[in-house]
Structure formats: structure tokens, C-alpha cells
């Protein structure tokens, strides 16, 4: 069981906006910046969003991050195949000293 | 940035192993290091932060009293010292700068 919670899957066809959410508590998301990572098969994590809504350089606008509260969320617009891929949220949490994961969310490009 | 780990095998239930990773193309020792494991088919979880200077380090609950992570700033090298380990800490192992860039993984095989 995640500290952050994700949902398993999402999908989407190519053109679309999708949205991935990441829930968490004030210890986590409430109270410290978020991040979101990519994780293509057999692959490293690859950073995406970092500090709620900024994005390394290299990184398509098309991905942004947004939070409210205690949740947070990543869009990814103008949905390409080489989306097709599982996505992570992260952050620091004050309670448990550590850093926590969501479960992170299996995207799917129909 | 680049960042290779090594050290990972087999090992049996209650056997320990040391995990290195080689850091380069950054100023190392002003760095926050991370190592975090994934097991086969399941998600990402983090293990252990060490600061730029070795002087706090942070772990998970599962693996409190069994790791260790430490640093040679003079190497560009990160270590976690694995002790005691179990069938659920097999997975694939990442040294991590600052959360931003990662390795490639080396994989731990805890078997009998």
C-alpha cells in the first residue's frame, strides 16, 4: 500500500489530454513539492515534473503539473504512442522522514 | 550526469552485499544521493538519502538496521551496504542524484 495513491491505468488516443492523479496528506503532497517521473519499458525513471510545475529542460510542454491540497496531477496533452508508459508521483514526507512514491499509473496510448 | 551502479547478484537469504555507484560528469560532493528499488512487475520505492556531505542520512522502515548508505566524496562513489537481506528485497537497484537524474540499475537477486 502506496502512501501516495494512483490510479493502476489510464488511457488515452493520440491527440487527447489524459490526466494522472497522485493523492497523498499534509505530511507529503500538502506540505512539500511533488514530482513525476517516466518510466518507459525496461527503462530508468526519467524526470518530468519537479517543484509542482517545473520541468527539466528537455521535457515537452505538452507534460505540466498542477496541485490543490493534498492531491496533485500531471497532464500530458496531444497524447503521442511514445507516451504509452508507467508514470510515478514522489515527494518528501515529514511524517516518516523519507520520500514516498505513488504506485504509479500504466499509461495506455489506444 | 552519469551515474553506474555495480554489485548486484545472488544471494541468499541472509547474506549481505554491497551496492557502489559511480558518479561523474557532476560536482559529486555538493549532491544529495538516493538509492531506490524496484521490485520485479511492481512499482518504485525509495530506500535511502545520504546529503552532499555524509552528514544525515535517511532510510525506509523496511530496511532500518539491515542498510547502510555511505559516500566517498574523493571516489564520486555512493555504497549501500546490504545486510541480513530477504527474498523481498530482490529488485532492480538505482542510485539517484537528487531525484533528478538516475542510473541504470543493477539487479539484486535474493534466493536460496
Known amino acids: 500500500q502506496s502512501v501516495l495513491t494512483q490510479p493502476p491505468s489510464a488511457s488515452g488516443t493520440p491527440g487527447q489530454r489524459v490526466t494522472i492523479s497522485c493523492s497523498g496528506s499534509?505530511?507529503?503532497?500538502?506540505?512539500?513539492?511533488e514530482y513525476w517521473y517516466q518510466q518507459l519499458p525496461g527503462t530508468a525513471p526519467k524526470l518530468l515534473i519537479y517543484?509542482?510545475?517545473q520541468r527539466p529542460s528537455g521535457v515537452p510542454d505538452r507534460f505540466s503539473g498542477s496541485k490543490s491540497g493534498t492531491s496533485a496531477s500531471l497532464a500530458i496533452s496531444g497524447l503521442r504512442p511514445e507516451d504509452e508508459a508507467d508514470y510515478y508521483c514522489a515527494a518528501w514526507d515529514d511524517s516518516l522522514s523519507g520520500w514516498v512514491f505513488g504506485g504509479g499509473t500504466k499509461l495506455t496510448v489506444l | 550526469v552519469q551515474l553506474v551502479e555495480s554489485g548486484g547478484g545472488v544471494v541468499q537469504p541472509g547474506g549481505s552485499l554491497r551496492l557502489s555507484c559511480a558518479a561523474s560528469g557532476f560536482t559529486f560532493s555538493t549532491s544529495g544521493m538516493h538509492w531506490v528499488r524496484q521490485a520485479p512487475g511492481k512499482g518504485l520505492q525509495w530506500v535511502a538519502f545520504i546529503r552532499s556531505d555524509g552528514s544525515n542520512k535517511y532510510y525506509v522502515d523496511s530496511v532500518k538496521g539491515r542498510f547502510t548508505i555511505s559516500r566517498d566524496n574523493s571516489k564520486n562513489t555512493v555504497f549501500l551496504q546490504m545486510n541480513s537481506l530477504s527474498v523481498e528485497d530482490t529488485a532492480v537497484y538505482y542510485c539517484a542524484k537528487d531525484l533528478w537524474n538516475w542510473g541504470q540499475g543493477t539487479l539484486v537477486t535474493v534466493s536460496s
Open positions: 499534509s505530511s507529503n503532497i500538502g506540505s512539500n513539492n
Open positions: 517543484r509542482n510545475n
